[in-house]
C-alpha cells in the first residue's frame, strides 16, 4: 500500500485556503480515497489554545515565545500525522511550517532563526501557494478581526512567502473562482496520489 500524500496549502490570511481544504477533501472522498483534513495552528490542544488567546488578542506574548508556540503545535501532531500517513490516509493540510516562518519574519525576526524550530518535521509532498495581492484579501469579508491581519503586515507576509518559494510549488492565482481554483488543485493532487501508487506497485512487484 502507498504511504499517504501530505498535501499542504498555503496562503495569505483570506485567500481561500480553508474553502479549498474542505472541497479538496469532499472530492478525494468522493473518489473512494482516505483522506483527512489538518489544521495549523490546531487550537484544539493546550498550546494552541494559547496561540487562540494570542490571536484574538486575549493575550499577550513575545514574538520569539508564540513563534514557538506555533512549530511546538507542529511538533506534538507529528506522531498522528506519521501514524495516519503510514496507515495510507492522504492529508489535507491547511497551513504549515511556512507560515510559520512568513508572519515570524515579516514581524522582524531573522529568517535562519524563524526556520531552524522547524527542521525535522514531515515533508508536504505537495505544496500549493494560494497568491492573492494584499489589496484583494483586503476587500473579502472578515479582514481585521485577528492579530496579523492589516494590510502592511500581510504584504511583508507575501513578501516572505514568494521569498520561500521553490521550484516545486504549485501557484494558485487565487483571484480565480473557487470552481476554477478547486479544478487546479484537484487535478494536480490526483496526479500526485497516482504516482504514488504505481510507485508503490512497482515497489512490490520487485
Ligand atoms: N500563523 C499560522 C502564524 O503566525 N504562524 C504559524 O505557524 C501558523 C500556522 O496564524 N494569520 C498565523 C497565520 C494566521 C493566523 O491562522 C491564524 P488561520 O489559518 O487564520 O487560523
Ligand atoms: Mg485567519
Not at 514581524?107 to 514531515?122: V, Y
Request: hydrophobic content about 40%; glycine content about 6%; aromatic content about 8%.
Amino acid at each position: 500500500m502507498a504511504r499517504g500524500r501530505f498535501i499542504l496549502l498555503e496562503g495569505c490570511d483570506r485567500a481561500g485556503k480553508s474553502t479549498q481544504c474542505s472541497m479538496l477533501v469532499s472530492a478525494l472522498k468522493a473518489r473512494g480515497h482516505a483522506v483527512e483534513l489538518c489544521k495549523f495552528p490546531d487550537r484544539t490542544t493546550t498550546i494552541g489554545k494559547m496561540i487562540h488567546a494570542y490571536l484574538t488578542n486575549a493575550q499577550e506574548l513575545d514574538d520569539k515565545a508564540v513563534h514557538l508556540l506555533f512549530s511546538a503545535n507542529r511538533w506534538e501532531a507529528m506522531q498522528s500525522i506519521r501514524r495516519k500517513l503510514l496507515s495510507g490516509t492522504h492529508l489535507v493540510v491547511d497551513r504549515y511550517a511556512y507560515s510559520g516562518v512568513a508572519f515570524s519574519t515579516a514581524k522582524g525576526l531573522d529568517l535562519t532563526w524563524c526556520k531552524n524550530p522547524d527542521r525535522g518535521l514531515i515533508r508536504p509532498d505537495l505544496t500549493f501557494f494560494l497568491d492573492l495581492p494584499t489589496s484583494e484579501a483586503e476587500r473579502r469579508g472578515g479582514f481585521g478581526e485577528e492579530r496579523y491581519e492589516k494590510r502592511e503586515l500581510q504584504e511583508k507576509v507575501r513578501d516572505v512567502f514568494l521569498q520561500l518559494q521553490s521550484k516545486e510549488w504549485v501557484m494558485i492565482d487565487a483571484c480565480k473562482s473557487v470552481e476554477a481554483m478547486h479544478h487546479e488543485i484537484l487535478k494536480e493532487t490526483e496526479h500526485k496520489i497516482q504516482v504514488a501508487e504505481a510507485d508503490a506497485k512497482l515497489a512490490e512487484e520487485d
